[in-house]
């Protein structure tokens, strides 16, 4: 399989380049140069067999390709969980990917490209440091996944004070060859710091610099296969294929249900639930991509104003009608987040993080109007990494997964960075040198 530049203007690429590079030399991000079918059918019950199943023809032809297996069982060594939910309007689960070390989906996605990064590099490689800008969630899942590794270093960016206290402590807690910089900004502006960074030729060069953000191939392929599984499992149980509703911010997570459903998965409708930040639902309806500002809310991993992924949605699926046809949005300002964490619990007995209660909204949204089909409710991430926003709403304490408790007793160092480039860049260089 080769990959594609959104934006055509670059040859194609091995997965192997494409892991690598992050996004292509035209600025566009890669993608297959066909969507390839799964067996599902004959794909093991397992997550791992799921995911061998449904990564093999991406792989076929890469040098990479004889490691699937064992990047699959490094990568998917977290449990995936669907839950069922006791609901009497219609069959409908909760999909658990909140059991990894940063308690959010993103580990998938981040171990698995760490994975098949260690695999690609060559002895006497400089070290490689890997940028990433994060709202929140994504530096966890990254740091974790590369934290301890040889031949690598992380360089977080995130915006001071905008994300909560067990975020930042996830962020700067790791020490070694994890560095945690809090920017006196936003986060579009930890954002426009390694964009320009990675687009620095020289910098590039003088440090080695990689990226691990959340358009890079290497994270959103291992999503498509937690839902083959899923569907496959709720198909099993139930004899019907279920709709998914996905939080979404940046349009990763979604994106990777809607390639699980194009690849032969067994997925009826999906519905992206958004927070306040309605640019994909605008463009659902109005057909029309108007980036917006990001908006600050309580679900802050999906305050999106630009979602990148979108670029390979439509490249992916250019007949919009078809999309739109089994693709719709929703939106959820803050206080219909609380209201849906609060009545989610009541209804389900579910303790929802913010993200996750925009799914569990629509899905209520639904049964009320009379829906009675299966659905399974996506849930991305721990409600105790969202104890402040969580706890006082349901009047009770939460308790913390073992890996995210072990993260919040090492000690943590907070490292303020001034907002402007030449800061960050100077920051780069005073790294310690490793061996
Ligand atoms: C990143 C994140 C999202 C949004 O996922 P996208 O792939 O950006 O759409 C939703 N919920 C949580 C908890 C996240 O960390």
Redesign the pocket.
């Known amino acids: 399989m080769r990959f594609l530049s959104t934006r055509g203007g670059v040859a194609p690429a091995t997965l192997s380049e494409a892991v690598l590079r992050g996004l292509a030399d035209d600025g566009g991000l890669y993608v297959p140069e066909r969507v390839p079918q799964v067996e599902v059918e004959t794909a093991a019950d397992d997550l791992a067999g799921a995911a061998v199943a449904t990564l093999a023809p991406y792989f076929e032809g890469d040098a990479l390709a004889p490691a699937l297996s064992d990047i699959v069982r490094e990568a998917f060594d977290i449990s995936c969980v669907l839950s069922p939910l006791p609901d009497a309007d219609g069959p409908s689960a909760l999909l658990e990917l909140f059991h990894g070390p940063s308690a ?3 580990d998938f996605g981040a171990r698995f490209l760490a994975s098949c990064m260690a695999r690609l590099a060559r002895p006497g490689d400089p070290v490689r440091t890997i940028l990433v800008a994060t709202s ?3 530096g966890g899942a990254v740091a974790a996944a590369f934290h301890g590794r040889p031949g690598f270093r992380v360089v977080v960016l995130y915006p001071d004070g905008l994300i909560s206290a067990r975020q930042e402590h996830q962020l700067t807690a790791w020490g070694g060859n994890v560095h945690a910089f809090a920017l006196a900004g936003r986060f579009d502006d930890c954002q426009a710091h390694v964009k320009r960074a990675l687009g620095d030729a020289a910098l590039v060069r003088a440090h080695a610099l990689g990226s691990a953000n ?1 358009i890079s191939l290497g994270r959103l392929l291992p999503q498509v296969a937690y839902y083959v599984w899923a569907a496959r499992g709720f198909r099993a149980g139930h004899g019907a294929s279920p709709g998914f509703l996905v ?8 994106l990777a249900c809607v390639l699980a459903r194009a690849m032969g998965a067994p997925i009826g409708p999906i519905v992206l639930c958004l927070n306040a930040n309605r640019v994909l639902l605008q463009f659902l309806e109005q057909g029309e991509y108007l980036p917006q500002p990001s908006i600050a809310t309580i679900a802050n ?2 305050d ?1 104003g630009a979602p990148s992924n979108l670029e390979r949605l439509s490249t992916l699926f250019p007949d919009s009608a078809a999309l739109r046809r089994g693709l719709e949005a929703r939106s959820y300002d803050d206080d219909a987040i609380r209201a849906a964490i609060v009545a989610a619990h009541a209804r389900y007995g579910v303790v929802a ?1 913010p ?1 996750t209660a925009t799914a569990l909204a629509e899905l209520m949204r639904r049964r009320d109007a009379g829906d009675a089909r299966p659905w399974i409710a996506v849930a ?2 721990h409600p105790a990494k969202f104890d402040t926003v969580v706890e006082p709403l349901l009047g009770q304490a939460i308790d913390v997964p073992a890996a995210l408790r072990t993260t919040l007793e090492r000690p943590s160092q907070r490292h303020v960075l001034e907002a402007d480039y030449g800061a960050f860049v100077r920051a780069l260089r005073e790294l310690d040198p490793l061996p």
């Open positions: 959010a989906f993103k929140g969630d994504t959340s939080p979404t911010g940046n349009l990763g997570n979604a991993a999906m999106v993080c993200h991305t991430a």
